[in-house]
């Protein structure tokens, strides 16, 4: 199944450069399975709609601030089941967000992943500068990759200990 | 005293709020469009080698990275002393040209097109892009798609990445183009020139053969009289890339022209207590408040203002949509800022064909697209025209070309005044004792400020999402009466 990981946000504006940090920590693990694509983006909306096209599964990962869970927390939703699908960076609103931009891309026949999840990381300083995660957000880190690793090879769950949906 | 609060804006990078006070009465007494601050750009980039900056800065916002990377190159080369060759200063043209076309695009199909196409008090669930092309035809979707894919492309080929270009460096480019890949950029913007055209016949059918339309278009509710700006070429015809930046008065009269490094003689900031963000004024006139008017020193820099600003298109097809425009409208300056959206779209029909004209120039495929920097780095200002207006950023380092000093105005910043000015009107004129403040209603007043094509992401120097808009109304105690949602 062709497969496009997606690190979310800015790398330069703190904790919203978390996604990115995880999508590189994923790009250094040597045994991802060769249909598995992994980039680093600052779009959102249709830009993003159109990078996910010819991809059959998605896997976005991004910062969220939703001041209801503990600094660090990990969520794994399906982009439907999001609380708030307009939240975080899958919209821009500059254009559209994500889910109407999808619906466009899919009223005009173009391939895109009929599985698309998202990974959360609860964050702190998104409005500051700074090349830096607050630290509990950089714990969070290599948990949220095994997360998503599990995630990619969940087909062949005997390769990988299974984590759970939700960490602190 | 009543309050009405917009917050945050939809369909509006970034984290704007606008307050509408009403008297005990429930008429309009006051609003306020308020922008949280999010600075510490020009910190983050102090201490840096200058030529990392045009870089970091198309950082600061998904929206223009473009832009910014072009007015930091520029900006690059001024404090380099180095003035770069004809085919670099045309290939970032060509580049820019092509991002022109993109974001243009996106922002009538998606922004400006729910407004016109399905109306403004459409529902919100079809007040979208894929309204908009369930309305207007599946084929049209398709080659908005297309347009943008387009304008990536050549964003790519030259910038070396979509979105976000990096080739930019002291007195040039990294790296030129084939005549392989030119014949490519040609056979695109060849098709930009073709869908440009429909899209202003897009308008001129769906929009100007709509009198309802047209009345809001040339309604008062959305006009001011203020100075305007934007950058001219030698001939004052509008250019995006180069050139000096003109400003005229409210009656059309150019009141000078001012280069890049003379941008703090032309230009002041005034602050006001309930707001971060600063308001550009124009120093030679005075900050006499938020108001129309030859002596009060605000200005706007859009679309509508490049054009005010400028004696004319640089291209045929355009200049003939230009000479419609004014026509059609009543002469020159046009004032009503619903005309931004026309104006913008004769923008992207110049940009098609600027991109034709590079694309075909003999010396676009040279060789020689760097000039070495020899001089020591002291200090720069790039201005560009970014598609939301002005752009402007000053670096001052030191002469190891480390950044001591980074400046930004950037394009919406510029139209801060005129925003609240416009929103201030829009919510006087609309929003009457007794009458029902709809969803509809506040939706034209969020029209003001759309016109603007404003990003307060790179404005407070933020990458922010989309934010669900939230309108509360209260009662003269501050208790909420009622609250309106939409994507919440």
């Not at chain 2, 298109?313 to 026309?342: C, D, N």
């Not at chain 2, 402007?392 to 001591?404: A, C, F, L, P, S």
């Amino acid at each position: 199944m062709k497969t496009l990981v997606v690190g979310l946000g800015n790398p330069i504006l703190g904790d919203d450069g978390v996604g990115w940090q995880i999508a590189h920590e994923l790009q250094q693990i040597k045994q991802l399975p060769s249909d598995v694509t992994i980039e680093c983006l600052a779009i959102g909306g249709i830009s993003l709609m159109e990078a996910l096209i010819n991809y059959d599964r998605a896997i976005i990962i991004d910062a969220i601030v939703t001041h209801q869970a503990p600094i660090g927390s990990i969520h794994h939703y399906k982009l439907e089941d999001l609380p708030n699908p307009s939240s975080g960076h899958m919209s821009s609103a500059h254009d559209t967000s994500l889910l109407t931009a999808l619906h466009v891309g899919q009223s005009l026949g173009a391939h895109l992943p009929k599985d698309i999840s998202v990974v959360t990381v609860e964050s702190q300083k998104v409005i500051e500068f700074s090349e830096l995660l607050t630290p509990a957000v950089a714990a969070a880190v290599p948990v949220a990759t095994r997360i998503i690793l599990d995630l990619l090879i969940e087909s062949n769950p005997e390769k990988a200990p299974k984590a759970d949906n939700m960490k602190n | 005293m009543q309050r009405i609060s917009i917050d945050p804006i939809t369909r509006l990078e970034g984290h704007g709020k606008i307050e509408i006070f009403l008297d005990d009465e429930g008429n309009f007494a006051n609003s306020y469009f308020q922008i949280p601050e999010l600075r510490g750009f020009e910190r983050f980039c102090v201490g840096r080698q200058v030529e990392e900056v045009p870089i970091l800065t198309n950082r600061i916002c998904g929206v223009c990275p473009e832009a910014h990377h072009m007015a930091g190159a520029k900006a690059v080369d001024a404090v380099y002393h180095v003035d770069p060759p004809r085919t670099a200063k045309m290939l970032r043209e060509l580049l820019y040209s092509a991002f022109y076309c993109t974001d243009h695009t996106t922002h009538f199909y998606a922004l400006a097109g729910p407004d016109f196409v399905m109306g403004p008090t459409a529902p919100v669930a079809e007040r979208n892009i894929l309204g908009v092309i369930h309305k207007v035809g599946l084929e049209i979707g398709g080659q908005v798609l297309q347009m943008r894919k387009y304008g990536h492309s050549v964003v790519e080929m030259i910038g070396g990445r979509k979105v976000h270009p990096c080739t930019s460096i002291p007195g040039g480019l990294t790296k030129g183009i084939t005549e392989e890949q030119r014949q490519e950029i040609e056979k695109m913007g060849r098709w930009a020139i073709e869908f440009a055209q429909f899209t202003l016949k897009l308008f001129n059918d769906v929009v100007l053969g709509n009198k309802e339309y047209v009345d809001l278009i040339l309604g008062d509710i959305y006009t001011h009289h203020t100075y305007y700006i934007g950058t001219v070429d030698e001939n004052n015809k509008v250019n995006f890339y180069d050139g000096k930046v003109s400003v005229v008065d409210p009656e059309g009269k150019r009141l000078g022209k001012y280069a890049a490094n003379e941008y703090t003689d032309w230009i002041a900031e005034h602050v006001e207590p309930w707001t971060y963000l600063k308001f550009p004024y124009l120093k030679k006139v005075g900050w006499k408040g938020f108001v129309d008017g030859k002596d009060s020193g605000v200005y706007m820099a859009t679309p509508l203002s490049r054009l005010n600003a400028a004696d004319g298109m640089a291209t045929p097809l355009a200049q003939a949509e230009y000479e419609k425009f004014y026509s059609t409208l009543g002469g020159k300056p046009v004032h009503q800022r619903l005309a931004i959206h026309w104006a913008r779209l004769i923008e992207l029909l110049y940009a098609a064909e600027r991109w034709i004209e590079l694309a075909t120039d003999p010396e676009i495929t040279s060789d020689n697209y760097r000039t070495i920097p020899t001089a020591t780095p002291t200090e720069g200002v790039g201005i560009v025209e970014a598609p939301r207006g002005t752009l402007t950023h000053h670096y001052t380092t030191d002469e190891r070309g480390i950044t001591t000093k980074v400046n930004l105005i950037v394009g919406t910043t510029n139209n801060y005044a005129p925003i609240q000015m416009s929103t201030k009107k829009a919510a006087q004129s609309l929003i009457k004792k007794g009458g029902v403040i709809s969803e509809g209603l506040l939706n034209m007043v969020e029209m003001a400020f759309r016109a603007y094509d404003p990003c307060f992401g790179c404005a407070t120097h933020s990458l922010p999402g989309q934010m669900p808009l939230e309108i509360v109304i209260r009662d003269a105690n501050g208790k909420t009466v009622d609250i309106l949602k939409q994507y919440c």
